[in-house]
């Protein structure tokens, strides 16, 4: 069982606040993942790192940052919240090193944006 | 064009019965695939990685060809807990792209 952890698990917020949503994995794993996932449909990667001091965009990196200042540690944060963006947030880890790329993933974030 | 492609189904079969998903990747440089479970309003968890020579695990059987950029995964013998979505996953290096799932209801 993964030992990677999401909080908050439900967060309900106003248009224009600004909001940072919590990752954190005891597993020691480099590289971690943000993906935001609608109803139905695939996975859409936001941001990722692979490790301490590196972030990258992926597809939807737009409109949100990330920081990875401790190993354990990936938070997400939307500087203005839009309707637009809820959605259900999924962080991941993989651990480093050939024939790893098992992706881990959290609970999950359930974003509803009013 | 997506990077994988899935069948969203859904499948209904009775328990006890044989079923199989497809799925196809755009990459011919993709150099690893899983199945992953998912249920309704989970996160996804790895169900099996699939290799190059096709592999087993219990009553799930999943099946790579690179040829025609095609994945394939077995359930035999369907049990009501199998019931989920299941989604596609392809790693050509830089990330991984998820398909969007064949759902799957497994009836009594």
């Known amino acids: 069982e993964a030992d990677i952890y999401q909080t908050p698990r439900y967060l309900v917020i106003g248009t224009g606040k600004k909001i940072t949503l919590e990752c954190s994995q005891t597993m020691g794993h480099d590289k971690m993942y943000w993906y935001q996932q609608d109803p139905g449909m695939e996975l859409h990667l936001i941001h990722y790192?692979?490790?301490?001091?590196?972030?990258e965009k992926g597809d939807l990196s737009s409109e949100s940052t990330v920081s990875r200042i401790r190993t354990e540690h990936f938070p997400l944060t939307l500087e203005s919240a839009r309707p637009s963006h809820t959605s259900q947030y999924l962080c991941?880890?993989?651990?480093?090193?050939?024939?790893?790329?098992?992706?881990?993933f959290g609970p999950g974030t359930r974003l509803t944006v009013l | 064009r997506k990077e994988v492609e899935q069948d969203p189904g859904p499948f209904n079969v009775p328990e006890g019965a044989t079923v199989a998903f497809n799925c196809t990747y755009s990459?011919?440089?993709?150099?690893?695939f899983f199945w992953y479970r998912q249920d309704c309003r989970k996160e996804p968890k790895l169900l099996m990685s699939?290799?190059?020579s096709g592999n087993e695990d219990g009553r799930f059987t999943a099946q790579l060809n690179r040829a025609s950029q095609y994945i394939s995964l077995l359930i035999r013998d369907s049990k009501l807990s199998d019931s989920a979505t299941y989604l596609c996953v392809v790693f050509p290096g830089n990330q991984f792209y998820f398909g969007t799932g064949t759902s799957l209801t497994v009836i009594p």
């Open positions: 991941a880890s993989n651990p480093p090193g050939e024939g790893t790329d098992t992706q881990y």
């Open positions: 790192s692979y490790g301490v001091n590196s972030t």
């Open positions: 699939v290799y190059s």
């Open positions: 990459n011919s440089a993709s150099q690893s």
